[in-house]
Every structure is written in C-alpha cells, then in structure tokens.
C-alpha cells in the first residue's frame, strides 16, 4: 500500500525565544551543527521510505514560504495552509481529506516537523514494521518512546498486551508526578508518548467520522473544493469552524483499537534550549557553543552566537543565546521561564520580539 | 596661593571591556546613571575649589578629542597630550612645567581621572585641609582612605606621628595577602594609598630635581618651548625618552618628606564591573541594572544594556555587558578573568575589539 506522511508544521514555538519568533519557529531553524532545519531533517529522514510528492506539509499560512524555500522538493500544492491554528485533530483530518483525493487508501505517517532523531536506521526499521501493521489492521499506532528516565515533562503510553511488533494501548497517562514517573520506568511498561502515528486513511477516516464528525465532515467540504475556485473561501469558513481539539484527547484516548510500537532510535523532543546540548558536540568542559565565542574557565554552558563576539568569563550552566534584536542568557535551571519574559513583551506590546 | 589641578587621564583601562576599549577608555565613559563621564565628574568635583583655567589635563593624543568634547569649560592649551604612555612621574613632571610657566609657586592637586568619590563635601573638606597643609610646608602629601574592609587589590599608607591635619608616613605597603590586610586594618594605623596627591609646584619640582633629574630636566625644557612652533617636536622628543615611572616609587618611596591626609569620603576607585553595582542604585533583588532589560528571578546581577532588548532569566551574580560589536557575559567571581579574554583577541589580531 502507497506510504504517505503528513508532516505538522504550524507550530509556533516561543521556547527557543530569542532565536524562534512567531514569525519563525523552531521548525523552520537550525539548532544543530549540520546547518539544517528541523523541518528539513524530518523529510529528509524519512525520504527513503516516502515519495517526496507523497509527503504533506501542514503549516500556518505565514510559514508557507519557508517551507517552499527549505523543501524545494516537495510539491506546491502538498504544503497545506490552516487558516488558524486548531491543534492536531482539524490538521490530521484536513491532510486526510486532501491525500483521499489522491488515493482511495493509503498508510499515513503522522510526524511533528520539530523532533530530533539519532539513529535514522532504527526509526525507519520501526517505522516499517508499524506500516505493516497498520497495512494489516483497523489499529491507529502511535509511536511510543522507550524512556531513559523519569521524565516528567512527558505524557506516558501504559502497554498491554503484544500484538506481532505492536502492543495494545492499556491507558494513556498525563505528565506524572516525579514519583509516579519513576514508578513507570520501574514497571518495564510504559513509553513516552511521542507524538508520531501511523495509520490507514481510511482508519483514520472512520475514527474522525465517529468521534469527531464535525471536523470529518468539513474536512471533507474542504477536500471537496481543493483545487476549486472556491478552494480558499470553503477552507477558510469550515477550517476556523473548528474546535482546537488534540488528536490525543480526540480520537486517542477514546478508541479501543490503539497501538503502540516501542521505538529505541536517539527521540529528543528538542524541547527547550536545555535539548540543544544533548543534540549537538559538546566541548571537554561540556559546552556547546556555536558563533563567535570566546570562553574562560566556562563549564556546561550553551551558547548561540550571533552577528558579534561573545565573551564568556567563568559562567557555568548557563544558555547565552544572541540575536539581532534580542538577547538571552538564561540559567539552564530555569529555561520554563522564558515564557515569563514574553508574557512581559506582549503584555507591553512588543510583539516585534515575540 | 593658587591652587591648580593636573587630571591624570591618560589610562587605557581594559578592565571595563567591552564597554571600554582603547580607542575609549573608562574616564571617557558614563558608568553611573546620571550619564555624566568619569572625567566630567573628577572636574565638576573640583569645581568649587579650582577655576576652570587652573585645572590640566594629561592625556593621550588620541584621545584630546574626548576632552574638549566632555569638558569644554577646560581651556584647549591645558588639554596636555602625552607622546607615549610613561606612567605618573613624567605626567606629572610635564604638567609642573606646564603650570610652572604660569605660577611661580602654586599648590597642585593630583588627581586620577577614573574614581568616583560619593561625598563631595567631605572631600573637598579634606583636600582644603591638605591644601592649607602643603601651602606651609615642604610636605608631598598623598590621599589616604580610611579602609573599611580588608582589601588586597589596594596598597596601603602606613602612619606615623600626627602633624595638625595630616600624618607623616612611615611606609608605603604593596598589595597585601589577606592574612596582612586584615592585620593592617585592625592596627588601624594603615589607609589605602588612593593615588590623589597634594604637594606646592615648587615642593614637587624639588623632588623630581632630586630623586628623577632626567625627567625633571627634560620636562623643564618641554615647559621652556611650550607653546612655540618647536613645542610639539620638543614634547616628542623629550617626552618619548623619559623612562616608565610611577610617581610612587620615583618620588614617594624615597623621600623623607611625605604625609598623609585620612580621607572618608566615599572613594570608589572603580576598579571593575563590580563597582558598577557599589556606585549605581541598585533594585530590591540587588540588581544594577541600565538599558532595555527584562528580568525573571535574577539576583545580584549587573546589566548594562546596548542597543536591543536583554531577557535575563535565572540567573545570579552575573555581569552582562552588551554593545555594538561585542557582549560579555561574566561571573562575579571571575572578572580578572576578562583580561585573558583580551589577550586572546590580541593574540589573534582582533585589535578593533580590543
């Protein structure tokens, strides 16, 4: 069956402020030493399994330039504009409708345009068998993380029983506790949830029209007109018709038929400055600097450089990330803060720097 | 008699890179919030007790223009531009000349152009009180500062008997190690030695005939061509063959003739970024903090903003020092640190930083 991957790239990213801004997220930077963007280095990792005119872009309307300029080789009429963002569920569903008028059924890969990958061998080995499985079944898989440690910043896929490669999904769990985070990794038995799915169009399909019949019912209005005259206005009307609803919430965790395929393939989330380190070379005193910069006595230290030299004198655990306009330096211990510092912003109207 | 002031303004103070650089040295910048300059302070300081055509300033050629631009009550002919740095006794033996064609005696205050005195009134008190002292006698008397703490970046004066306002000196003292400087502070019978003198043209003239003949010679004949059209190739040629020579060991250091006035006056020599916060006001988290600057959960930091917005987040007893072309981001406990870091640029040729 023809493999389709949906990329969701509408996401607006204010935990890499300075360097995202709402007029360039995360997904559109580079943060790793090879100068390629996120977005670039998610199609590219899946390239091999994926024709280019297969794979669909879901992005905000301003993003769209970005991603002509950085995946030229993705077809026009793939990159998909929401008129507003309404979180994963109207995204998916929108991309489903468009990719039914291509093929009557497909397997479609579900992926965050802004995640980090290690080992591009291991995930596309379990991409496969989740493909298969999906191919095989009515299940909707999810890509479920085994966890290194007790992370609680993450939501947490509780395993059932095994399924060929996939398990049943027991339970979905919100971000736990230290304590309970600890208990899962204990148990053997839980995964992180990722964010990444795998499904047939038409599973997917039936799932929307069960359980969210509003937005599988636009959708389809939308898929109707695609490439019509109409094309804009019927997007526009039904797209911000939608509630912002989550696939997870939506259709996840009210299904029975979920799975999920444990991956072991290098996952970072790159969710704060504090990921930058773990996916880049880092010096012997563990700094990971990038730009012109110069240190003394300067120790787990992250620094992104700008246009003008840096200076760094005996700091440690520290992220220095410099701008044009903006300027950050930020103990690592305290990276959820940032957001403080755009609330201020916009509270004082400056969103020139948000 | 008259009393006349010689600014000694010739520093290049790397200490407050990268604010400071050579081409703009500390006395020539505003490093408190009423934005006056260093060197506009020292002169407005004086003001009441010196007319504004009694007080010289030493300097470097390059940088006249800084002078006559900060300070234009100051008569062009007193801006007095030394050929080449030879430290104190050659700046001051120039300026003797200088003021020696003008007065036949005179009382002369010596005065560094780059600390900053909190009580005005006081100290003017006190240098009356050194005036009146030096008018009647063949003293070189030197500023000394009643010590609060056990400083071992300062030399120390240690006392002798008492003679009306001031003290004889028994020694001068280098820089002690902290087992020394706590013992001298709780003798009691020890200042630091601040670098302001007060001495009669003729008293100073003497000594320098003395202990530095070469360089009072030469500077007499500088003094003697001064203002003709052979002044500058005689201020070049004399000026550049005078060795490097602090007027404390020339001069102080050997004579017999030399006392001390206690002075409590609030004396800040403004020896680094950590003064910034000593002589600026300072916020309920002890922050001292200029510029466009957005904090969350900072303590005990020094900001001096440049031209964009500075997020600082987290972080503690840090200095952030941010301009045009350069940005430093140094930890309180390491600012004699910043000097490796300007050998390194010099070291790769990146003078214009420096």
Redesign the interface.
């Given at each position: 069956m023809k493999i389709t991957a949906v990329i969701m790239a509408g996401g607006r990213g204010e935990r890499f402020?300075?360097k995202s801004r709402n007029s360039r997220p995360k997904q559109f930077l580079s943060l790793t030493s090879d100068g390629k963007t996120m977005i670039q280095k998610t199609v590219e990792r899946i390239s091999s399994l994926v024709d280019a005119g297969d794979i669909y872009i879901v992005t905000n309307a301003a993003y769209k330039g970005f991603c002509r300029e950085q995946l030229p080789d993705i077809p026009e009429e793939n990159i998909l504009a929401e008129p507003a963002p309404r979180n994963t569920a109207p995204c998916i569903a929108l991309a489903a409708a468009v990719i039914g008028r291509k093929y009557d059924d497909a397997v479609m890969l579900v992926l965050p345009s802004d995640q980090l990958i290690r080992c591009r061998g291991i995930f596309i080995n379990t991409l496969k068998k989740a493909v298969k499985a999906a191919e095989n079944s009515d299940d909707l898989i999810t890509i479920g993380i085994t966890p290194s440690y007790p992370e609680t910043g993450y939501g947490y896929i509780c395993c059932g029983s095994e399924k060929g490669d996939v398990f049943e999904v027991e339970a979905f769990r919100e971000k736990p506790d230290l304590p309970t985070a600890k208990k899962y990794l204990a148990s053997g038995n839980y995964l992180w949830n990722s964010g990444m799915f795998i499904w047939r169009l038409a599973t997917i399909n039936a799932s929307l029209k069960r359980l969210m019949p509003e937005i599988y019912e636009g959708a389809q209005r939308i898929g109707a007109a695609f490439g019509s005259p109409d094309s804009d206005e019927v997007l526009e009307r039904e797209f911000t018709a939608f509630p912002s609803e989550s696939v997870d919430f939506g259709i996840m965790e009210k299904s029975e038929n979920i799975c999920t395929i444990p991956g072991s393939f290098g996952w970072d989330d790159v969710g704060s400055w504090l990921s930058v380190e773990r996916i880049n070379d880092t010096d012997s005193d563990r700094n990971c600097i990038s730009g012109d910069v110069?240190t003394?006595?300067v120790r787990r230290t992250t620094i992104c450089g700008g246009k003008?030299?840096?200076?760094?004198?005996?700091?440690?655990d520290?992220i220095?990330v410099?701008?044009?306009?903006?300027?950050?330096?930020?103990?690592k211990?305290?990276?959820q803060?940032?957001k403080?510092?755009i609330a201020?912003?916009r509270e004082n109207g400056?969103d020139n720097?948000i």
């Open positions: 402020w300075p110069i003394e006595n003008r030299l840096i200076a760094a004198v005996g700091v440690k520290v220095i410099d701008t044009d306009d903006a300027l950050l330096v930020c103990a211990d305290s990276t803060d940032v403080q510092i201020k912003l400056r720097l």
